[in-house]
């Protein structure tokens, strides 16, 4: 990566999102994508949240990843919100 400003977004993604494999998809392509720190976790009202830091574009492969998810999601919404990188997150895991 270039070294350019880091950037943080948190991604909530609604719709058939919990047991289908969607934490452990989105850890594999955030690793497949490279440069990302953060985690995914299932949240108590069956959507998934994501929190994710790195470049800008690295994080934009992210966020449309989670549009379409693995092959038996049936993602029905995303709202991500970008901020400031904060650091603090360590390699892309599952947070449970």
Do not use: H
């Amino acid at each position: 990566m270039s070294g350019a400003a880091k950037e943080r977004v948190r991604v909530v993604v609604t719709g058939r999102v919990q047991g289908v494999a969607f934490r452990q998809s989105t850890a594999d392509e955030a690793l497949r994508i490279g440069g990302l720190t953060g985690w995914v976790r299932n949240r108590s009202d069956g959507s998934v949240e994501v929190l994710a830091e790195g470049e800008r574009p690295a994080l934009e492969a992210l966020v449309r990843y989670c549009r379409r998810g693995p092959r038996l999601a049936r993602v029905e919404d995303v709202q991500a919100s970008w901020e400031a990188a904060q650091g603090g997150l360590a390699a892309f895991d599952i947070a449970f």
